[in-house]
């Protein structure tokens, strides 16, 4: 089982990153995807996901109006673009993807079976 996240990197405040997580080893489509960051000194925290057979996001408060969540089944990747990207958004980031998770369970780290190795946004000017 793999999970490898693309796409960050360092990017000026206001700007926009759009982000890649290539799964295989499992049969993606079965399974809940969601994105969570971790910044230095901090706990890993709830970005976004969408649960298996649904088009229907979840987000967290501070992401909500700015980043945007999608799979493609059909490649095994799920993608967040993220606009209007600010200095507190800087952390690694890291997709991870569950199986049978309900909605009460969908923000939750250790209800994810599989984790990817994270990719590092930093906003700075």
């Known amino acids: 089982v793999q999970l490898v996240e693309s796409g960050g990197g360092l990017v000026q405040p206001g700007g926009s990153l759009r982000l890649s997580c290539a799964a295989s080893?499992?049969?993606?489509?079965?399974?809940?995807i969601g994105w969570f960051r971790q910044a230095p000194g901090k706990e890993r925290e709830f970005v976004a996901a969408?649960?298996?057979?649904?088009?229907?996001?979840n987000y967290a408060d501070s992401t909500r109006d700015r980043f945007t969540i999608s799979r493609d089944n059909a490649k095994n990747t799920l993608y967040l673009q993220m606009n209007s990207l600010q200095p507190e958004d800087t952390a690694a980031y890291y997709c991870?993807?569950?199986?049978?998770?309900?909605?009460?369970?969908?923000?939750?780290?250790?209800?994810?079976?599989?984790w990817g190795q994270g990719t590092q946004v930093t906003v700075s000017s």
């Open positions: 991870a993807a569950g199986k049978n998770l309900i909605l009460s369970s969908i923000r939750t780290p250790h209800h994810y079976d599989y």
């Open positions: 080893g499992f049969t993606f489509d079965d399974y809940a």
């Open positions: 969408l649960r298996r057979n649904t088009n229907t996001p």
